[in-house]
């Protein structure tokens, strides 16, 4: 038995990757779940937003390079940040102009809004590969690790090394700092609290002499800046593959369902779950249990539930059950 | 102050309101009194621009027009509306409710002043601005909704049946509270079913039937007018009264009438029954009334003669009713098999009132039958 390497097998493999991966998926469906809230329907071009958030960053991540400008150890796609932003700010504002404010106008139900940005999304999808082709992107540059196993090893003397990659130390503090300011944001602003207001009671919100339309934008603009930067965290804790974040859509939605449509605490809670058990069921238990179960107990097989290619398969089985026991999620949501 | 012109708002092929032309004025309190559907939430909705019927006419205030105007211009303009229902936002704090009923420009600068305004109308809203407005009680849901609607500074407040789902005590607090908001000068329009509340804080008021103004008037006459008290005030025994007066002109409409009238021998008339107008396709009340605005000024009141009668007779008379109607109704169950649907029982005419056909309405019940293994129904 051995708790100490145990423990540390655990961080290394679950936590921290869980965590990371948890907090793309946060602001993923923080983003959905704003959509919802506000706008009344659910975005399925929200995995493609984020994949061309992501795209734009790196175009000029790519030309900052060029040019010599970097931030090391950071990665340059930090500074490339704003530009993609902006870019996704422009598009998405754009595409609510040309397609979804039509159907606003026209009164349209809420699952013609689900269908149109489903062709939203195959739009932008095809925009993002031909663009910038359908292949694996690197861009990651700066310092690798914060802390490397080997150094950790040699720090503590363990026999189990801890390695916290940049990307991932990034995510998790780039996520708290930009869920803590959208809190602060819908909680203490005028507008912020105009747009809860907006998505609490329409008519009342009408009433109270806000105008919808600059809730529709602001509300546009916020989810374009939590896309392109989930998407870029996501591609350098990853890799940027287009077709990658299509699939991401599906956790995205187990997230904010899970946790309860239109509450961004709910989004957030439920992004984390849906990591952890992702991690939790297709990890190998075999080094953990080892560590820490006596010897006699120790596994032979590798301890591991399901293939890691069945990760998906556990963010639908969670979003079944929730919906089967819970339909308003965790966080007390609307209905879906 | 408001006016409202020659308004008609439609819902498709719908008339909910036509020609309608009110008009309010600072400090004043006016009521529209209607029945269920007679288009009163919708006159609000739309003076307040968020209506989704088309509409034509005039709504101007201060001699600007606002009709046609996105919501947010009109709350600027200066009208505020507490929507029917609870209306709050229910996730919110008392305080944030508040704070974003100032959310026009016009209440920007004058937040604090208008914040302390609501708190002293309503000290209880003070003692819990942070609370979750959904977990308060009816009452007090109702002081956050008009709160907020007053945070806006409005000259024109309206209010969409604020009694509804108040107890009488609460319902009475409410239109006290309503007196003082009249007192900072702003004119408040009241929609309400409430007649006699409403009508006793109100200087005038409008009687709205189906889509049309029909009648004006101050609101102390209004309370005394037999055809309001029929309709809105529970007053039965001038009620039939009127029906009589409207029988005895040989009009088309009052034959209908005199045929309908329901009996209600055990309490007095409060609200109009629906079968009747279901059965007539029109409202009863609207005719009764309409008669009897007809025939007021040619026939002096009625003496009251059922209800100043004596009680004893009329309790007499009543019994004995019941007693022949039982015995019929034994009788005919005797004679024939037992009916799932008798349309109408015809109950022996008193003697004593010989125009008013009294007819008992029995309840219908219609027995469907599902098709084995179907969806589909059939009658019994």
Redesign the interface.
Same mark, same amino acid.
């Given at each position: 038995m051995d708790f100490l390497n145990a423990l540390v097998a655990l961080t290394n493999f679950v936590i921290i990757p869980a965590t990371a991966y948890g907090s793309q998926l946060a602001l993923g469906a923080l983003g959905v779940t704003l959509i919802y809230g506000i706008l009344r329907f659910s975005n399925f071009a929200h995995g493609d937003t984020m994949a061309f958030g992501a795209m734009v960053t790196i175009l000029v991540t790519w030309a900052f390079q060029k040019m010599g400008v970097s931030i090391a150890p950071l990665p340059t796609a930090l500074l490339a940040l704003p530009f993609g932003i902006a870019a996704t700010a422009a598009l998405v504002i754009g595409t609510d102009r040309a397609v979804y404010r039509f159907y606003r106008e026209k009164?349209a139900a809420p699952v013609t809004l689900v269908i149109v940005s489903m062709g939203v999304m195959f739009v932008m999808n095809g925009l993002v590969r031909f663009i910038i082709g359908v292949d694996d992107q690197r861009f990651g540059d700066g310092a690798r690790f914060i802390i490397s196993a080997r150094d950790f090893k040699e720090m503590t003397g363990l026999r189990e090394g801890l390695a916290i990659k940049t990307s991932a130390g990034l995510t998790i503090i780039t996520a708290v700092i930009v869920v803590a300011a959208l809190f602060w944001f819908l909680n203490k602003t005028?507008t912020g609290? =105009?747009m809860? !207001?907006y998505s &609490?009671?329409e &008519? +009342? !919100? +009408? +009433? =109270?002499?806000?105008?919808p339309e600059r809730v529709v934008m602001v509300t546009w603009l916020i989810v374009a800046a939590l896309a392109t930067i989930a998407g870029t965290l996501y591609g350098l804790d990853k890799s940027f593959k287009p077709f990658t974040y299509f699939q991401l859509l599906l956790p995205i939605f187990a997230s904010a369902i899970v946790g309860g449509l239109g509450n961004p605490l709910g989004a957030i809670a439920g992004g984390f779950l849906i990591a952890y058990s992702e991690v939790a069921v297709t990890y190998a238990w075999k080094k953990v249990l080892t560590y820490s179960l006596p010897e006699s107990f120790a596994p032979e097989g590798l301890a591991q539930l399901l293939s890691t290619d069945y990760k998906h398969a556990v963010s639908f089985v969670i979003l079944i059950i929730v919906l089967l026991f819970k339909p308003t999620g965790l966080f007390k949501g609307k209905s879906v | 102050m408001l006016e409202v012109r020659n308004l008609s708002v439609a819902y498709g092929q719908h008339r909910a309101l036509e020609n309608v032309s009110i008009k309010i004025d600072k400090g004043e309190i006016v009521v529209i009194l209607g029945a269920n559907g007679a288009g009163k939430s919708t006159l609000l909705r739309a003076i307040s621009g968020i209506c989704e019927g088309q509409h034509s006419g005039d709504v101007v205030v201060d001699g600007h027009p606002i009709l046609g105007l996105s919501s947010d211009r009109i709350v600027e303009g200066g009208v505020a509306l507490v929507p029917e229902g609870r209306g709050i936002f229910g996730d919110l704090t008392v305080r944030e409710n508040l704070v974003l009923g100032a959310y026009a420009n016009r209440a920007r600068d004058d937040e604090a002043a208008n914040l302390e305004r609501v708190m002293s109308l309503f000290p209880k809203l003070g003692e819990r601005q942070n609370q979750i407005a959904r977990t308060m009680s009816g009452g007090e849901q109702q002081m956050v909704a008009i709160g907020r609607a007053m945070m806006s500074n409005p000259q024109i407040l309206m209010l969409d049946e604020p009694s509804l789902g108040l107890s009488p005590l609460l319902c009475k607090e409410l239109f006290q509270s309503l007196t003082e908001v009249r007192k900072a000068g702003i004119g408040i329009l009241l929609v309400e079913q409430n007649a006699k509340q409403s009508l006793a804080i109100a200087d005038r008021g409008y009687l709205l039937e189906n889509a049309h103004i029909v009648h004006e008037d101050s609101a102390q006459k209004l309370a005394s007018d037999p055809a309001v008290q029929k309709a809105y005030l529970g007053a039965g025994g001038t009620a039939s009264g009127a029906a009589k007066k409207g029988s005895a002109e040989k009009s088309a409409e009052d034959a209908v009438i005199a045929d309908v009238v329901t009996r209600q021998p055990f309490r007095q008339r409060v609200v109009p029954r629906r079968n009747a107008d279901d059965l007539l396709g029109q409202s009863v009340d609207a005719l009764v009334a309409s008669a009897s605005v007809k025939s007021a000024p040619t026939l002096s009141r009625p003496k009251a003669s059922s209800t100043a009668g004596s009680h004893e007779a009329r309790l007499k008379t009543m019994i004995a009713e019941i007693e022949t109607a039982a015995a019929g109704a034994r009788q005919k169950r005797r004679l024939q098999p037992v009916r799932m649907q008798s349309p109408e029982v015809p109950v022996p005419k008193e003697p004593k009132k010989p125009v008013v056909v009294e007819v008992y309405r029995a309840p219908r019940v219609e027995v469907y039958r599902r098709r084995e293994g179907s969806n589909e129904f059939e009658r019994d």
């Open positions: 009164k005028r609290k =105009s809860r !207001a &609490d009671n &008519d +009342l !919100a +009408l +009433l =109270s002499g806000i105008n | -």
